[in-house]
């Protein structure tokens, strides 16, 4: 029974990093096209996740944490657009480091691990569900 709450609590470390990756990734491209507010300024920052792994006590397992958020400090997208309120005085406007081919890649991925961690759960779920009819009759 011990087997199943690990099986459960894995995958379910697993769905909570991948959710976090997913909206950080989803940051990404609602941003991609933002700039500076100011004439000059730096736009938004790609953010890169990180993930950790934790020992849980408790199930004396070692479950996948999300960890720090990290800027990318890649270069920034620079066009020459001398009538964007943003431009600075040489008329070039910086626009984020967010690539949205990279962006929508990295969501596909971060979908096909939780998919993954959700077909863990259903699995455990059908496994206990067998073991509970076994045992009634």
């Known amino acids: 029974m ?3 709450i690990k099986s459960l609590a894995i995958a379910a470390s697993g769905l909570r990093a ?3 990756r997913m909206e950080i990734i989803s940051e990404n491209i609602a941003n991609a096209d933002s700039v500076s507010p100011t004439p000059g300024g730096d736009p938004y920052r790609r953010k890169i996740v990180t993930f950790t792994s934790e020992l849980d006590r408790s199930l004396g397992a070692r479950v ?3 960890g720090r958020v990290e800027s ?3 270069n ?3 066009k020459h657009e001398p009538g964007n ?3 600075d005085a040489n008329g ?3 626009y984020p480091n967010v690539n949205e081919l990279i962006e929508m890649t990295d969501l596909r991925d971060a979908q096909r ?5 959700l077909n863990v759960v259903t699995a455990t779920r059908r496994m206990l569900q067998l073991t509970i009819n076994i045992l009634k009759s």
Do not use: C, H, R
Not at 113 to 117: K, P, V
């Open 72 to 74: 990318d400090n890649s």
């Open 64 to 66: 996948v944490k999300l």
């Open 2 to 4: 011990m087997d199943f």
């Open 113 to 117: 691990s939780y998919e993954a961690n």
């Open 18 to 20: 991948q959710v976090g």
């Open 76 to 78: 920034f997208l620079i």
């Open 85 to 87: 309120p943003a431009a």
């Open 92 to 94: 070039n406007v910086k």
